[in-house]
């Protein structure tokens, strides 16, 4: 079957860096994504990572190693309205033919201090 | 704008009644999806449509039976309803069945008593 594991809980400050690692085992890998949800929130897209590397979208940027099978989230210049859950969700194949499916981690939940 | 949308926001019932959610997106997607995000937040894909065509049908009771009367619409039918099918439920839509992005209703609180 396929899991997913990330850190239940991570705190930072305002204007810091942050990394939200992800490690997943799957058998029919396709990519990594990652979504953000405030509390009360619908989960929102922020990444993904189909291939070895980082990819850089503003303040956010995703980093994939498929051969560790392994991610991250990377948050910069952090802003008290990033205060959220993050999940990592491993893109593999679905159920039906032709189809994809996203399998998401239990989330991150990621508080931002003054 | 609202891209996807659903109703209602909140719902709260007993145990046992049959109840429905409906969503619809305006972004022109051929794909759509239910989710049940628990209260641990562990979310789940349940069911994917394609054209109106059933593509993915996770192990779920088959007291939830979706249905899609065209591809902008999809919706979650619920019968008999029991105490652990309480969460929010999330419709999502995607341009078509490859896609990487999916984008998200504001989902649905049902609350079982």
């Keep these: 079957g396929q899991s997913l594991e990330q850190p239940s809980e991570v705190t930072a400050v305002e204007g810091a860096i942050v990394q939200i690692n992800c490690t997943y085992q799957t058998s029919g890998f396709y990519g990594l994504s990652w979504y953000q949800q405030h509390d009360g929130g619908a989960p929102t897209f922020l990444s993904y990572n189909g291939l070895d590397g980082l ?17 991250y989230l990377l948050l910069q210049e952090l802003q008290m309205k990033d205060s959220a859950s993050y999940f990592c969700a491993v893109r593999e194949a679905g159920s039906g033919a032709g189809s994809y499916q996203l399998t998401f981690g239990k989330g991150t939940k990621l508080s931002v201090i003054p | 704008d609202t891209a996807v949308s659903q109703t209602p926001k909140y719902l709260v019932t007993q145990m046992g009644n049959d109840k429905s959610i409906k969503c619809e997106q305006n972004l022109g997607h051929d794909t759509m999806y239910w989710y049940k995000q628990d209260s641990k937040k562990f979310l789940k894909i349940m ?57 998200f209703g504001p989902g649905t609180r049902l609350t079982v008593t």
Excluded: M, W
């Design chain 1, 55 to 71: 990819e850089e979208t503003g303040r956010f940027s995703s980093f994939l190693s498929r051969s560790d099978s392994y991610g």
């Design chain 2, 47 to 103: 069911f994917s449509y394609n054209n109106k065509e059933l593509i993915i049908n996770e192990t779920v009771p088959n007291r939830f039976s979706p249905k899609s009367p065209d591809k902008a619409h999809l919706n979650l039918h619920i019968n008999s309803l029991e105490l652990g099918d309480s969460a929010v439920y999330f419709c999502a839509s995607s341009q078509d069945r490859v896609s990487y992005e999916q984008y």
